[in-house]
């Protein structure tokens, strides 16, 4: 019903930039809030930031001043730009939405991820 493609991921050195983008395409009503998650090698995924329909945006503290979320609603995406990358932000990137279906049901989607690797 709901399909969230990530792209942009990619090998870059500390200190450079990267923008990840997730487009969602499907059947549903509405979406509300979309997230960036992450997951490392060994580790548990972890929320790096959200925003919800109405623009309000959420970081984790180790990524506030760095990253910045935003989201083109007429065009169904979320983006994620990443200044300032450490290796440390090395991990897979999964963009997640909870979406309203026509239902008017909620489910809670998530992309196939991309992945960041920052060399030091």
Known sequence: QVQLVESG???V???ESLRLSCAASGS???INAMRWYRQAPGKQREL???ITSG???NYADDVKGRFTISR???KNTV???MNSLKSED???YYCNADVTLWSWNRGVYWGQGTQVTVSS
Do not use: C, K, N, P
Request: overall charge neutral; cysteine-free; hydrophobic content about 35%.
């Open 9 to 11: 991921g990619g090998l």
């Open 13 to 15: 050195q500390a200190g």
């Open 28 to 30: 549903y009503r509405s």
């Open 48 to 50: 790096v930031a959200g």
């Open 55 to 57: 623009g309000s945006t």
């Open 72 to 74: 083109d609603s007429a």
């Open 79 to 81: 983006y994620l730009q």
């Open 90 to 92: 090395t991990a897979v």
